[in-house]
């Protein structure tokens, strides 16, 4: 087993403390039309990621794909400046941000696509994708090329074994999502379930993480959402019912605003300020370990030979 990083393959022990969803450049501008949500300024995220470093980060996985403003090039100078372990992804988001020309692909399609990734580099690099992802489907709903993209990952997912990370808006068809990684046959454990800290309902992300699933509270800091303290909360309900092994944690910064320099949360949250309170709330350093470091070695290891 290996994980799969912007600067090559590295052993899963080796990856250490890890922010499992982040956007290291980013730009959504061209379908929100703000310019906010372009984090493109190299030198402002550098900046901001030494804060994660400094608070003890190690890695980082950047679902950002086609149609969300990749550059994997940029990923390489960031991990290389910091020498912090970066995962690029492959894949589409969601409708309406999967690229024009992409619009219309068959699953089949997507499919050949993300495999060409995998096997030679993303983009004409010789960098290449170590998960697939963000699969986003919409708001309680799969569009239809949406549902072409799914099926694409799927295939993608099962030929490379390369881990699965998807998107759930507000949370919603996490159930749905998984019912259909199960009906194609895909391992559960090679899926993370995003974003079920914007999902309020506990009794429906423990049903997430009875499939055996690894479920993302990974929008942390994002208090517009939903305050800190009830994904704490939801946390220590799922840990209290014996889920340790399959949660992991980030804080998905998406935007300039974002930015400790703006006032936002920084690519540090997790380590600066929810996990001095989950301590607090009793957590003990072995429950830490797993949600920082473990977890994450497991979720993002590709399960087959170098």
Not at 20 to 33: A, F, G, M, T, V
Not at 280 to 302: C, H, M, R, W, Y
Request: with cysteine; charged share 25%.
């Amino acid at each position: 087993m290996y994980i799969e990083t912007v600067r090559g393959k590295i052993k899963p022990e080796e990856f250490g403390v890890c922010a499992c969803h982040e956007h290291l450049h980013i730009d959504l501008s061209r379908i929100k039309n703000d310019s906010d949500t372009a984090l493109v300024e190299m030198a402002l995220v550098l900046s901001d990621l030494k804060s994660f470093v400094s608070h003890g980060g190690q890695a980082i996985v950047d679902v950002t794909n086609d149609g969300m403003g990749r550059d994997v090039e940029k990923l390489v100078v960031m991990s290389e400046a910091l020498d912090l372990h970066i995962v690029a992804s492959t894949g589409c988001y969601k409708d309406p941000f999967i690229p024009e020309e992409k619009q219309m692909w068959t699953r089949e399609q997507f499919a050949e696509w993300m495999i060409d990734e995998i096997m030679y580099g993303i983009s004409g690099t010789t960098v290449k994708p170590g998960v697939i992802g963000e699969i986003g489907s919409s708001l309680n709903e799969f569009k239809p090329v949406e549902l072409e993209l799914f099926y694409g990952a799927i295939e993608a997912a099962k030929t490379t074994k390369l881990p699965l990370s998807t998107h759930t808006t507000l949370g919603t068809l996490a159930m749905e999502q998984i019912r259909l990684f199960d009906s194609e046959s895909l391992p559960l454990d090679q899926v993370i379930i995003g974003h079920q800290d914007l999902n309020d309902d506990d009794e429906q992300v423990l049903k997430v993480l009875s499939t055996g699933a690894y479920v993302a509270l990974d929008t942390i800091g994002k208090e517009n959402y939903r305050s800190d303290e009830a994904r704490l909360n939801s946390l220590l309900l799922f840990l209290e019912k014996g889920y340790e092994d399959q949660l992991l944690l980030s804080s998905d910064v998406t935007r300039t605003s974002h930015l400790l320099v703006h006032g936002g949360q920084g690519y540090d949250v997790v380590l600066r300020s929810f996990i001095p309170k989950l301590r607090a709330k009793g957590a003990d350093e072995a429950t830490i370990q797993k949600l920082l470091v473990k977890n994450p070695q497991k979720a993002f290891s590709i399960k087959k030979e170098g």
